[in-house]
């Protein structure tokens, strides 16, 4: 699975995905304007749904996400990797002013 720059402008989930081979994110960004704007990184209607990049129970034989943006709440919960899971100068925020890289709604 070759992700390398993409642009999730919305929620994204990769809940229970299987995937043998190398699942790479180098520099993709996973924006959710909407849900940056709150206090726990989720919208009403999808506390304890979702976050706007959930992995959660997700395997990978290899995890490989440098340069990664994650924007709001990301998910990484019982996430399975048979080799390394790379995530070398990603960058997790909240806000543009919190952090300086992520968009304001």
């Known amino acids: 699975m070759v992700c390398d720059g993409a642009l ?9 995905v299987e995937c043998a081979a190398t699942a790479s ?10 849900l940056l704007e709150d206090n726990i990184g989720t919208l009403p209607n999808e506390i304890g749904r979702t976050v706007p990049a959930d992995f959660t129970g997700a395997s990978f034989g290899h995890l490989n996400a440098p340069g990664a943006v994650f924007c709001g709440a990301a998910s990484f919960n ?13 960058r997790f925020g909240r806000s543009e002013a919190e952090e300086g890289f992520c968009p304001v709604g």
């Open 25 to 34: 994110f180098q520099k993709a960004r996973f924006l959710q304007p909407a």
């Open 78 to 90: 019982n996430l399975k990797c048979t080799a390394d899971a790379v995530f070398k100068g990603a």
């Open 8 to 16: 999730f402008s919305g929620a994204v989930s990769f809940l229970g």
